[in-house]
């Protein structure tokens, strides 16, 4: 059974409990719900993986408090200190060397050197990894591969019956999940884009390179295909076809069967506070109506449209 939990008092008192039991417990954050384990024990970072069925190789961001509580953890230079000052609380995520005294176990950041921290909004998740008072491990709570959740009702969907409980913060406000740039090195690697723009990193510290693209390092543990629903994809489409459901995006859609609109003002904020939850609706709409795919409009790649064409390009791959 999962238990639902209120944001206030009570719930947030459960919800550290479990974690500190070592249980699994999800809770909004700005960009999408994560499925929180305590990243200082071995056992529960186990249950986390077991219950996404997430592979071994691909590590997890630890939730903190605040920057100090952080830090205490990897070793932040210069750069990690301004970023952590400019957007955090936000969505966020840096990969720093571990530092001495840092107590995410190895299980946590699939045995790298390394570890990915992030300060998120919300002032019952920040009331939550207070009382916890270790770093909280949290990927998405979807199963692995699948749509990623901004409502707790799309967390019981998924992991409903697998972990101890869902702490209801509300539906997420970005929507899409945190920027994670990687700091190990002299340059600045983007490897997930993210909430946070690329072009506003860089204004800050300079220089930042794409995963991939423009720097020879790739990201352990994302995959080509993911956040996939039930039917396939079909990307940059000008018009449904007659068995298509459409993902719209801006003021003049082309008629459709079905239909979901991001964003009908055209706001890639907006879009990006929708993507998922539309993606999940209008998989299970399309497939009741015995639609056989969804064509997805062209979407602006500037600011955080970036981060939506990354979700959509690896919806719509091929499935392993
Ligand atoms: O917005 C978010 O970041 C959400 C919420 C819950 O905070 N979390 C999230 O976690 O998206 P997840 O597990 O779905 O994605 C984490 C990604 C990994 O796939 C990996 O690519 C990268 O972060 N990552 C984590 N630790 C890393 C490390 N030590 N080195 C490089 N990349 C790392
Ligand atoms: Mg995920």
Redesign the pocket.
């Known amino acids: 059974m999962t238990r639902v939990l209120q944001p206030d008092a009570a719930g947030i008192a459960d919800a550290a409990a479990i974690l500190r039991a070592g249980g699994l417990a999800a ?1 909004g ?8 384990a305590d990243a200082t024990q071995p056992e529960a970072i186990a249950r986390l993986y077991a219950a996404k069925g ?1 592979p071994a190789h ?4 630890s ?1 903190f408090a605040d920057a100090d509580a952080a830090f205490a953890h990897v070793l932040a230079d210069a750069r990690a200190r301004l970023l952590a000052a400019q957007f955090w609380p936000g ?1 966020l ?1 840096l ?1 720093l060397p571990m530092g001495e005294a840092g107590a995410i176990v190895p299980a946590a ?2 045995g ?5 921290v ?1 300060v ?1 909004q919300g002032a019952a998740l920040q009331s939550l990894l207070r009382a916890v008072g270790r770093p909280v ?6 199963r692995s591969g699948h749509v ?1 959740p901004t409502t707790a009702a799309h967390v019981l969907a998924d992991l409903g019956g697998r972990i101890d409980a869902v702490l209801d913060t509300g539906p997420c406000a ?1 929507g ?5 740039l ?1 700091l ?1 090195g002299d340059a600045a690697v983007l ?2 884009p ?2 946070i723009a690329r072009e506003t990193l860089s204004a800050l510290i300079g220089p930042v390179r794409l995963a991939g693209k423009d720097a020879g390092i790739t ?5 080509a295909s993911h956040y996939a629903p039930v039917l396939p994809l079909r990307l940059q489409a000008a018009r449904p076809a007659a068995d298509e459901a459409l993902l719209a995006f801006g003021p003049a859609p082309p008629p459709a069967a079905l239909m979901r609109n991001l964003s009908a003002r055209g706001d890639l904020e907006e879009a990006a506070h929708n993507l998922f939850a539309a993606l999940r609706a209008l998989d299970q709409e399309a497939r009741a109506r015995g639609l056989r795919g969804i064509a997805v409009m062209p979407i602006p790649e500037s600011g955080i449209g970036a981060a939506l064409q990354d979700r959509l390009t690896r919806a719509a791959a091929p499935r392993g």
């Open positions: 809770f954050t700005e960009t999408v719900y994560g499925l929180g997430r691909n590590p997890l961001i939730h969505p995520t990969v950041r699939a790298l050197p390394s570890a990915a992030r998120p491990a949290a990927p998405s709570a979807n990623s970005v899409v999940e945190s920027s994670v990687d190990t490897l997930r993210g909430g990201a352990p543990g994302m995959l």
